[in-house]
């Protein structure tokens, strides 16, 4: 491979990996601090796509209708259904809301499994450092499956929880980068 060496690759990932440290750690933030404004973003930002993927539609089917001498062709009724959705998002927001929790859940233990079958196949560990990274691993599933069965009242709470994990995520990730730059160096 040619202009590119092993440490250039590294180098990359650790970049990777720090952005992904600071999005988790200030989306992390934002839920813990203002959940109700998150909510209504990811509702409105769902929305907002569905809207311009129909508009994407409207305008491709007004112009096939120039060579089919029709505006009543897949593009159009494909443009009305991604309407039809938008409108959906934004009349049941408290039903897609109530089933965030659940989603975000299952993420977090496709989260914690990637890492502790990443921990586990990895033959690079420091040994001593494998009974952290597997009680994180083991952690991050568990706060993934109380997400998941929603033992709390108030969604408001369990997001904030969901913040409070996205928060430990990033800061575990971090520490994690420097025990391996520390280990590396």
Do not use: W
Request: proline share 3%; aromatic share 10%; net charge positive.
């Amino acid at each position: 491979m040619e202009g590119i060496s092993l440490k250039n690759m590294i180098n990359q990932l650790q970049k990777f990996t720090l952005l992904r440290i600071l999005i988790f750690i200030v989306i992390g933030f934002l839920v813990v601090l203002k959940p109700k404004l998150v909510f209504t973003s990811i509702i409105y930002t769902l929305a907002a796509y569905l809207l311009l993927i129909g508009i994407l539609n409207l305008i491709q089917a007004i112009k096939a209708s120039k060579v089919t001498h029709t505006i009543l062709g897949p593009e159009f009724i494909t443009a009305c259904m991604y309407f039809l959705f938008t409108v959906i998002v934004l009349i049941f927001s408290k039903v897609i809301i109530s089933m965030l929790p659940f989603v975000l859940g299952i993420l977090i233990v496709l989260n914690g499994l990637v890492q502790l079958t990443t921990d586990q196949t990895i033959k690079e560990v420091n040994p001593r450092y494998r009974l952290g990274h597997n009680i994180y691993s083991v952690i991050i599933i568990i706060a993934g499956v109380l997400l998941i069965f929603n033992p709390f009242s108030s969604i408001i709470l369990l997001f904030r929880v969901f913040g409070g994990i996205l928060i430990f995520i990033g800061v575990s990730e971090a520490v994690r980068l420097l025990m391996q730059n520390k280990q590396n160096y």
